[in-house]
């Protein structure tokens, strides 16, 4: 019997996190690394998600993303992860399940936690000490937000907030980064406990409408 769909509200940003199945690579040469951000590009621009930021590490992946529908999010995650899967078996010629078991998807109050969000997310090489910053680390969207390179990322309002230009954004990024990459992590929820009861509530009229 197939998967019952998730759904999410609409144009609200969300905290997706992935794992290989039993932790093992889900990525080994960087052609693998493009093939994936490819298929983000394609179909997230076609069941309508909005990615804001993103990390891909050896065996899991880390995307903020906002859904234009209550199904656009399930929809991108569960095309883009068969299409890996079978690229992944078809390669490397294996077999079985590449990940383990469905996404994870956390609510993230905009105002209060969305470019911590941001940055825990683009930092996750740097506290891995597999680099020392995160723009040394080529899989991940720091390029953009911190630097401005040429992305198909869709900025979320409160980081355009962060400047009149995008080069005063990125420099002011640039500076909260550097910040936060010197605190030790303590945040386990991406929202208060009042705001996801009364996103849910928010959730159930929507889809008995």
């Not at 996404?103 to 941001?118: D, E, F, G, I, K």
Request: charged share 20%; with cysteine.
């Amino acid at each position: 019997m197939p998967r019952r769909t998730r759904h999410y509200l609409p144009n609200m940003p969300y905290h997706i996190v992935q794992r290989g199945n039993n932790r093992e690579a889900c990525f080994i040469e960087p052609e693998d690394y493009l093939f994936y951000q490819t298929l983000w590009q394609e179909v997230s621009h076609r069941y309508g998600t909005q990615v804001h930021a993103y990390c891909l590490m050896t065996n899991h992946i880390h995307f903020l993303a906002s859904p234009a529908e209550t199904s656009s999010l399930s929809n991108t995650l569960k095309v883009v992860g068969s299409r890996y899967a079978q690229y992944v078996n078809k390669k490397y010629q294996r077999t079985g399940t590449l990940w383990e078991g469905r996404h994870r998807a956390s609510l993230v109050q905009t105002n209060r936690y969305l470019l911590t969000c941001y940055r825990y997310i683009e930092l996750n090489p740097v506290r891995a000490r597999m680099v020392d910053r995160p723009e040394e680390y080529r899989w991940s969207s720091y390029h953009s937000n911190g630097w401005g390179d040429d992305s198909w990322l869709q900025p979320h309002q409160e980081y355009l907030r962060l400047g009149q230009t995008p080069k005063a954004r990125q420099k002011a990024y640039r500076a909260l980064s550097t910040r936060y990459a010197k605190l030790p992590i303590t945040i386990t929820r991406w929202a208060t406990t009042s705001f996801v009861d009364k996103s849910k509530k928010t959730m159930a009229l929507n889809l008995a409408a």
